[in-house]
């Protein structure tokens, strides 16, 4: 009788059930072995549940094995720890980046981890074929390339495996029948797929998983085999891609045909819709034909332009090279001139970098183009990398904390669910602690009324007038909110929500945490604040009003207050609010609407005059129930919004005659 072997993969804890493309390679791969499909029967399991009743499940199993990622390494460990009381004589093995390579965390693992058996370290699918035909011999485990194995006098790690020549020699899950008998039990619970059409990076930045010298070398899949596996997934109906490729568009013959064969796919069968990319880093002018072919058969995309720093001692710090400034600003104007938005992803805590560095970034980053976007992560210590070794760390003096992670975006109340975590960096030798504080409470509220859009036109018109950064006009905001907190109350606790949520994440309690104007949902600062200020809009924008003009008064500017209330009431105008707004034609006294459309959309911008001028907001539908769920959909991927689209009537069409600018 066949033994059973079960690979897991509890994906990310979020309301994404992704198919396991992973463990449905490492699967596909030692079934095609001849000896292991004649010894042994396999299943996938990808659905999170109660880890009793998901181990009791598996029906005599020989070998039960785990994916495991920062967003799922604890609950895949609670759930190994059950397996094995639920059956003592499976061997346990766990793979995946988070698995430990040094001796003295290898040590520590199997210590905290008693029913683990077995790592395997990089690559699985020869590994753990190896390790499956060495168990079906009876052969010791010293033979099997690229394992630590438990013994009773402590562990072995074996020589290192080298990594897989012909990627071509892994059957595709997508074509073997793995994933239709997948879809099958589960296809009403999948939202999406993991897909992949090169693997490896050749770049070696010290944050990331993919920085090190055991990927460098990139290889492919073969081009037939994948658009087999495009039309498998056009075919299954399939909504959403997650590409797990370090750099999509690195090989630009080959990743255009690719997206042209994408978006032939989604002409013809509808799908799939959307695709969450990781574009190649410096080449971003290759990426331009790429995202028009995806759009042009209806595949949503974002442009990414992964910058991390744009200072020069920190990129030397990270191993890292961005194109120049200037070259930014005309891709980015390439892209928005064809309707493709982009959005520029920044570190905050990187080493090297201090509180001004890190503010002039967020303004390098942004431009006055509606459909351009920037996010900030807070630098995150991945296990493995060359930022996580000891001796990095001392020579940047970083200072970190663990906190629960922010991949999934619910609270955990039941006994089987597992809270992951994730540490943080809150601190370097260029930026202690107190900076980072200032960095995280400039950048999430710059992040909530520029990058959110919240009080993005007043931001961009003092920018305009008064040559002064945005942030500098955050900077200003938060000092004045925290120091007279009763002249502005609906700003003051979106700011103190930020505070409240740094100091927990210094607490190492957690780094986001639940919102009433968002259901009760858990959100990211920047998040949080916008939900805070818009759950009551009429005193928000009342409030920043007035806040306008004391910044103008602080810095010798006296506009008229019809002017800011103008230009306050464009804002509010545009910002998607609930309820719904009913009023969809504005006048105003000054002619703001034609102004903010020359600074928007790359026009030579001409002084605000006196003159009445029209506007008409097209108020987009939504199926959202109540306000709740509005502010949850309002924003997209935690850096991007859709401001109301406007009509104006141009010049010598209807539009008012001039006035005398006062």
Known sequence: MKENVYLVDLGTGSNRNLMPLGIGLI?????????????????????????????????????????????????????????????????????????????????????????VDVLVHGEGEFTFAGLLEAIAAGADLSGVAGITYRKPEGFVTTARRERIADLDAI??????????????????????????????????????????????????????????EIEWIARNKIFYIYLADANFGIF???????????????????????????????????????????????????????????????????????????????????????????????????????????????NRASTTRLADHWVFHICTLLANTEMDSPEYRATHGIDSRWVQAAIARRGYTGEEEVPEIEELVVGTRSMPVPEWRKAYMSGYMAAALFNFRAAVFPLLWLQQELGVPYTDVVEWLVSEVEAKPAEYPRIARAVGHVRRQQQMLLDSVACLSPVEELGGNLALPHEAALAILLGDAEAFYGELEKAVLAFAEAHDFQPSRALVGDIIRYQKARMPVWPLPSETSHRFAHDVPRYFADLTEGREVREVERRPADMTVQVTATPAKDAGAFAAMRTRSGHTIDLYKVSVPAEGKGAAPRAAAE
Request: a positive charge; aromatic letters at 12%; glycine letters at 8%.
């Open 252 to 362: 630009y013959d080959r990743d255009l045909h690719l997206a042209g064969k994408l978006a032939e796919a989604g002409a013809k069968h509808g799908f799939p819709r959307f695709m969450a990319i990781n574009w190649t880093k410096n080449s971003h002018e290759r990426i331009l034909d790429i995202a028009d072919r995806l759009k042009a058969g209806g595949i949503t995309t974002s442009v990414t332009l992964a910058m991390q720093s744009f200072n020069s001692g920190t990129l030397d710090a990270i191993k890292r090279r961005n194109i120049k400034q200037e070259s930014l600003l005309k891709l980015k104007k390439a892209y928005h001139d064809r309707d493709l938005p982009t959005y520029t992803e920044l570190i905050l805590g990187l080493p090297g970098e201090t509180y001004a560095s890190f503010l002039d970034g967020l």
């Open 171 to 228: 059957p595709s899950p997508f074509l073997n029948g793995s994933f239709d008998r997948l879809m099958a039990k589960y296809g009403s619970q999948v939202t999406g797929v993991v897909w992949e059409t090169n693997r490896g990076c050749p770049f070696a930045c010290t944050f990331c998983d993919w920085g090190n010298a055991d990927v460098n070398k990139v290889k492919q899949f073969a081009l037939s085999r994948l658009e087999a």
């Open 27 to 115: 699967s596909a791969y030692a079934e095609s072995r001849p000896v292991l499909a004649e010894r042994f029967n396999f299943g996938l399991h990808f659905l999170r549940g109660d880890f009793a009743e998901i181990a009791g499940s598996f029906e005599r199993p020989r070998v039960i094995g785990f994916a495991c990622y920062v967003w799922n390494l604890r609950a895949s460990l609670r759930l190994a720890a059950a397996c094995k009381a639920a059956h003592p004589q499976a061997t346990i093995v766990v793979g995946g980046y988070s698995v430990p390579k040094r001796p003295e965390r290898i040590e520590a693992f199997f210590r905290d981890n008693p029913g």
